[in-house]
Nanobody
């Protein structure tokens, strides 16, 4: 088992930046590929970014490519999502997820553990 706790969400104006953190506990953090998903009210949870356990290769949804950066610090048991040039459509609850698979996935089914989420609100 692993527990994931997101933090760093908040209110920001369009064009601003936030950095989300995902702190892990339980199993060795480096054993997991990590992903970030988001869910806006009334919408399905969607893929944002992921980073592989095997080679650290990042993957991004087209909607955030060039603006968001996923990273990880295994020594700190933490994954990050740096969000720049934020847009109102980025407003959502952001969830951190962990997968035992060596490669990252863009699908919900590819992840075994989930955090409780952190709210990101971008105003225009």
């Amino acid at each position: 088992q692993v527990q994931l706790v997101e933090s760093g969400g908040g209110l920001v104006q369009a064009g601003g930046s936030l950095r989300l953190s995902c702190a892990g506990s339980g199993r060795t953090f480096s054993s997991f590929s990590m992903g970030w998903f988001r869910q806006a009210p009334g919408k399905e949870r969607e893929f944002v970014a992921a980073i592989s356990r095997s080679d650290g290769t990042p993957y991004y949804a087209d909607s955030v490519k060039g603006r968001f950066t996923i990273s990880r610090d295994n020594a700190k048991n933490t994954a990050y999502l740096q969000m720049n040039i934020l847009k109102p459509e980025d407003t959502a609850i952001y969830y951190c997820a962990a997968s035992l698979w060596s490669s990252a996935s863009r699908h919900l089914s590819g992840y075994d553990y989930w955090g409780q989420g952190t709210q990101v609100t971008v105003s225009s």
